[in-house]
């Protein structure tokens, strides 16, 4: 394969018009993609810069106000009176947790338009918070985005298809294959030269696409160039897969019309068939039980926490002795006095500790059922590339799972921060000191490029084996259509 | 029972068909000559309403052929130069398909007798087709066409590729046809079939008749130099 | 003689490798998603009904306490899930399943099953239909691309028209034939479906036979399009290749590009508004006094006539604590009916938009009817939020008119109420939606699928018309 040899495709590909199509439809379709993702981005990160800017206006507007409320400018009810910690903590104070968006999530939407990137944090409800979710049309999600993930996980293939299915097979109908043979060597060179030279410069096209479109959209400069590097690689080992997918099937020595429809097969059975089954065989496996039962657990819990209200102020006090004087203890037990608030805090207390197991079995389910998906996604290249481009977006269940549990501790902290104030009706004034949340990532960008590479790797190591696999087919190769068919 | 009468068809600025005027009576066998290009497929296209004539006419057994071409092809047979059939079915069921298309349904004995008739051997009746040889296809073809019973039988190259003794026995069949009455139009470039089997021969030149034999004439002519001689006019 | 080629046609195909292999893989497909569809439906039920039991249960054995703590303590409404809902799943995943109805506020419907699955959901579930949808139709095009066309590049079609038999029935012929083999799948399939719906008929579903019944017609109706489409296209062009990769490019744009083009177009028309945004304009109407003069002119009536109170005089003189909650209350039910009515507004409109362009493509057309049909649709989650809604509203109403009536009249002490009052409120029926109310808005689909049907038909008729031998 010399540099004639390019020259000539050239000059074929030049007569080809399916060519100029495919780059055609891929300059429309990534266009299209690029501006979606872009556009979801912005929104998702203006969504974020709000909830951070209204904590600062908030704790503002509060100190305003407290100042106002000293000087008697202004009046409030005591329950909702911001010096103090209950009435801060209850009714002022205004928290949010967020995940930042990476900018990689423009190519790839993933999860990120199911699983809120923003938590409003209330002290008294963990579960409220935790499960709010944004507003969106149930069937767009269902329908999912139009993003470059999208293009290149579905369309690419059949686009690289469409180019290379009657690789050899056309020339053997056209008659044209013999004289093809005589005069450069081999059908390898025909398959393999010809497949991967074609692959590659779509690919190429769609690398430079994408790269511009990234400048164009503004995104390029916050990218972190290791995992666009990471994404880039998935995706054109992904598609390289098909090529050497259509090599192989060329090397079987069927027709063009018989290429085709293996290939759609394989295609339909890669992006559709084994994903869709994969999702219905986890669940099947693993099932999450309804939130319907979660939610009949969490009223018994909370139920039984309200009915063992004094057993659980007796062993509060027994804990903190500080806490309680002899005679509030004498009234506790006597059942005549108790400080609402810290029954309250008990009940709440009380009530996390028993739903603890219940949410437990939920997340455990449904890691497990991600392990499995985990082990499955090597039977389809369609999900080892969704699971690249996830992970290297930040788009993806483990980002979203860990900024969970950190939302989850960060409600914690806050607690532990204010109800000691609130039990003991503490005044309030340190607005600005109210713990911040950060999300706390700082190894997940390397972590995820290190498993994205893993994939891409294994991606490039199929092409390879199904380039490899079709040598001995090429080889025995029947350059004539009459001997092909036996007859 | 086949009439062709000033017959042209043109394709662009090339006349393909050049008021050609060929009459067939039931019986008969009219072998038409020519070369490549000569308008010989062009004729036959025409009668199976394949294409449309621009100007002249053809009747079959009295019916229009651009008039009525439904009805005229039910009175017709034809073989192709290669006869195709449905490779995943049998030699039997291709036939019983094609008669039934044709408007005979027949009991498959009477379908076994015609695969018999056209040579086929017997063990090959229920095998399916594509594992035919060209040969056998070509005897398909020929119960097909014994199983319409046409009037009138089109043949266009049908023993081109064929080995002598398979094209030995055509002969013999087509012999068996004419006996029934059935009028035959030859397409072929096979000047001795022509000679053995014809009772009338005509070459053909850019879409002409230019020359005409009778069965007298056929015996004693050396076909293959007359056949020279008017090519090279 | 039509049934010559019914035959030869049906028989063809059960020998080609092809229909036969994909056929069975199809077929173990549709199984296994029924049997995924059916346990998954079974199971979702009986979590529901145990659930709603329970919640019942609870609220009608709530101790002695004051009316607008049990309003506070609220009851739960679950969900109900159509059976047809095991064929089309629709929305279903990502729509909750749980509200929470308690006094002063209609909070959303939580939990989203799709939020308790891995990514890989987002290819889609293996669904019946699913396979119905895309599947069949690419074995349909798989099978039938080269039905005319093959026939023409093996000398076939020469020898077919020589016969003296019109193209037009001749092809009938084979559509019929493919259209019987294609049943061989269909029927049992539908035979099957129809079983699990029987095994599972419960009282939720009054008229899941007629839904089931049109759902199977819509279905075939769809499946008759990618037919008469598939044997119009290959009777059309010059060679099996150009036919396979026309219809495959028809197949990918129907099953792939046009619903995730018209979802994008349809969000990026009408912009579905943020929670924060929703929240804040909620908030900011509590505010607004012009609510509660408003919602007065409808409650104040209302208590009125039904405890016969002779005017607002008498209605002023009874408790101030329940006269204060009827007023915010009341004001609240027409910011929710505003602001979530607004909400539930745009991502109707954004199904609207889709629906009104659902000519462009087969599926644009089949997709909302399929899931109207099996209740899975936003509008069916929609018709779920209000009934509940209003269920929180009667039990809002039963509370806070009982505080207004007895609250001060037990002496000192807070007033309390018993098991009397919470068994005045009835129990939780979330109504299904009839047929009618399913179909309601569908009229475009409906039309542009009858018009697909109607027009490759005679896509197909025109092009038997034209067909040539040559």
């Known amino acids: ?487 | 029972m086949l009439q062709i009468d000033r017959l042209v068809k043109r394709f662009g600025s090339h006349t393909a068909v050049n008021g050609l005027t060929i009459s067939i009576a039931p019986g008969e066998l009219f072998a038409l000559l020519g070369p490549n290009g000569a308008g010989k497929t062009t004729t036959i296209n025409c009668l199976l309403g394949f294409i449309q004539p621009d100007e002249g006419q053809a009747v079959i057994d009295g019916l229009s052929v651009v008039q009525q071409p439904l009805e005229t092809k039910r009175r017709l047979a034809y073989i192709p130069e290669q006869v195709n059939l449905y490779g995943h079915f049998t030699g039997l069921e291709n036939l019983a398909y094609f008669a039934e298309l044709g408007g005979h349904r027949y009991a498959e004995s009477r379908l076994h007798d015609f695969l018999a008739e056209a040579g086929l051997q017997p063990e090959a009746h229920e095998r399916r087709v594509s594992g035919y040889s060209k040969g056998m296809r070509q005897k398909v073809g020929i119960a097909i066409a014994l199983a319409k019973e046409a009037k009138v039988l089109l043949l266009d190259e049908p023993t081109s590729g064929l080995d002598p003794s398979a094209s030995h026995e055509f002969s013999r069949l087509l012999g068996r046809l004419r006996e029934r009455g059935v009028a035959i139009l030859m397409a072929t470039h096979d000047l001795f079939r022509a000679k053995e089997d014809a009772t009338r021969v005509g070459i053909m030149r850019h879409g002409s008749l230019v020359r005409e034999l009778t069965a007298a004439e056929i015996s004693h002519t050396d076909l293959e130099k007359l056949y020279l001689e008017t090519m090279r006019d | ?470």
């Open chain 3, 1 to 470: 003689m039509i049934s010559t080629i019914v035959r030869h046609e049906f028989k063809g195909a059960l020998r080609d490798g092809r229909f036969r292999w994909a056929g069975i893989i199809i077929a173990l497909l549709l199984l296994a998603a029924l049997f995924a569809g059916w346990s998954y439906h079974r199971d979702i039920s009986a979590q529901r009904r145990e659930a709603a039991h329970a919640e019942q249960h609870r609220w009608l054995n709530q101790p002695e306490k004051n009316p607008h703590s049990a309003a506070h303590y609220g009851v739960y409404a679950f969900k109900p899930r159509l059976t047809p809902a095991l064929i089309d799943p629709g929305v279903e995943p990502y729509a909750g399943v749980a509200t929470w109805m308690e006094a002063h506020r209609q909070n959303d419907v939580l939990y989203r099953p799709a939020e308790d699955a891995t990514a890989a959901q987002r290819f889609g579930d293996l669904t019946v239909a699913l396979v119905l949808q895309l599947l069949l139709p690419l074995l349909i095009v798989a099978v039938g691309f080269g039905a005319v066309s093959a026939e023409r590049e093996r000398g076939t079609l020469r020898q077919v028209s020589a016969l003296g038999l019109s193209p037009t029935r001749w092809l009938f012929g084979k559509a019929l034939g493919l259209a019987s083999a294609f049943a061989l799948l269909a029927v049992p399939a539908l035979l099957c479906s129809g079983l699990v719906l029987a095994a599972l008929q419960d009282g939720a579903t009054e008229n899941a036979w007629g839904r089931f019944g049109l759902l199977a017609l819509v279905y075939l109706v769809y499946l008759a399009v990618f037919l008469f489409l598939t044997l119009g296209v290959s009777a059309s062009v010059r060679s099996s290749r150009a036919s396979l990769i026309i219809l495959l490019g028809v197949w990918m744009l129907n099953g792939l590009l046009v619903p995730r083009t018209l979802s994008e177009l349809a969000a990026s028309r009408h912009p579905v508004p943020s929670v924060a945004e929703v929240k804040n304009n909620v908030a900011q109407k509590q505010q607004d006094p012009e609510y509660a003069r408003r919602a007065r002119e409808i409650w104040e009536p209302r208590v009125i006539a039904k405890y016969g109170l002779s005017g607002v005089e008498e209605l002023n003189g009874l408790s101030s604590r329940g006269l204060q909650l009827l007023r915010s209350e009341s004001a609240g039910y027409l910011v929710f009916d505003e602001a979530y009515g607004e909400l539930h507004d745009q991502i109707e409109a954004q199904n609207a938009y889709q629906r009104a362009r659902s000519w462009i493509a087969p599926l644009a057309a089949l997709q909302p009817l399929s899931r109207a049909l099996a209740g899975t649709d936003f509008a069916h989650h929609r018709a779920f939020i209000e009934s509940a809604e209003a269920y929180r509203r009667v039990i809002q109403d039963t509370m806070n008119e009982d505080i207004l009536l007895n609250d001060g009249k037990q002496g000192s002490g807070p007033y309390l109420a018993g098991a009397d009052l919470w068994a005045k409120v009835p129990p939780l029926v979330i109504p299904t939606p009839t047929l009618g109310d399913a179909l309601r808005g569908q009229c475009a689909p409906l039309v542009a699928l009858v018009a697909w049907f109607a027009a490759t038909v005679l896509f197909f008729v025109t092009a038997a018309r034209r067909l040539r031998a040559l």
């Open chain 1, 1 to 487: 394969m010399n540099f004639r040899f390019f020259s000539w495709e050239l000059r074929h590909l030049r007569a080809e018009p399916t060519f100029v199509v495919v780059l055609l439809l891929l300059v429309a379709l990534c266009s299209v993609a690029i501006s979606n993702g872009a556009s979801r981005l912005r929104a998702q990160q203006e969504r974020q810069a709000a909830a951070l800017a209204e904590m600062d206006t908030a704790a503002a507007a509060t100190a305003e106000l407290a100042r106002k409320l000293d000087s008697g400018e202004a009046t409030t009810p005591s329950f909702s009176d911001p010096r103090t910690a209950a009435g801060f903590a209850g009714r002022r104070m205004v928290a949010y947790t967020v995940k930042p968006t990476w900018a990689l999530a423009a190519l790839s939407v993933g999860q990120s338009d199911l699983y809120p990137s923003v938590h409003k944090l209330a002290l008294n409800s963990r579960e409220s918070a935790l499960t709010a979710a944004e507003y969106e049309n149930p069937q767009r999600l269902l329908i999912g985005s139009f993003d470059v993930a999208f293009v290149v996980i579905y369309i690419v293939p059949l686009l690289l298809l469409g180019l290379t299915y009657n690789l050899v097979a056309a020339e053997r109908e056209r008659g044209t294959l013999p004289l093809l043979l005589l005069q450069r060597g081999t059908v390898n060179h025909v398959a393999f030269g010809r497949g991967l030279f074609l692959g590659t410069l779509v690919l190429l096209a769609l690398v430079v696409l994408l790269l511009a479109g990234l400048g164009l959209s503004g995104v390029l400069a916050q990218v972190s160039g290791a995992a666009l590097f990471g994404w880039l690689a998935a995706a054109f080992f992904y598609g390289l897969f098909w090529v050497a997918l259509a090599v192989f099937v060329a090397s079987r020595g069927g027709g063009s019309a018989t290429n085709a429809v293996v290939l759609a097969g394989a295609w339909l059975l890669f992006t559709i068939i084994v994903p869709s089954a994969v999702s219905v065989a986890v669940k099947a496996i693993y099932p999450v039980p309804s939130r319907m039962a979660y939610i009949d657990s969490q009223r018994v819990v909370t139920e039984e926490s309200r009915n063992r209200q004094s057993q659980l102020l007796a062993a509060y006090f027994e804990d903190h002795p500080e806490l309680a004087s002899a005679e509030t203890q004498a009234a506790v037990a006597a059942g005549t006095q108790a400080n609402p608030r810290l029954i309250a805090h008990l009940g709440y207390q009380e009530q996390e500790r028993l739903l603890a197991p219940v949410r437990a079995r939920y997340t455990e389910q449904l890691e497990r059922q991600q392990g499995l998906v985990d082990t499955l996604k090597f039977l389809s290249p369609a999900l080892l590339a969704q699971s690249a481009f996830n992970q290297l977006s930040g788009t993806g269940m483990e980002r979203h799972r860990d900024f969970q549990r950190q939302s989850s501790a960060f409600h914690d902290t806050l607690r532990d921060y204010f109800q000691p104030k609130i039990i003991a009706g503490e005044a309030f004034y340190d607005y600005d000191q109210v713990p911040r949340f950060s999300f706390d990532e700082e190894a997940a960008p390397a972590r995820a490029a290190r498993s994205a590479t893993a994939l891409w790797l294994v991606l490039a190591i199929a092409t390879a084996l199904l380039l490899a696999a079709s040598l001995p087919g090429l080889r025995r190769y029947t350059p004539t259509a009459a001997a092909a068919e036996g007859v």
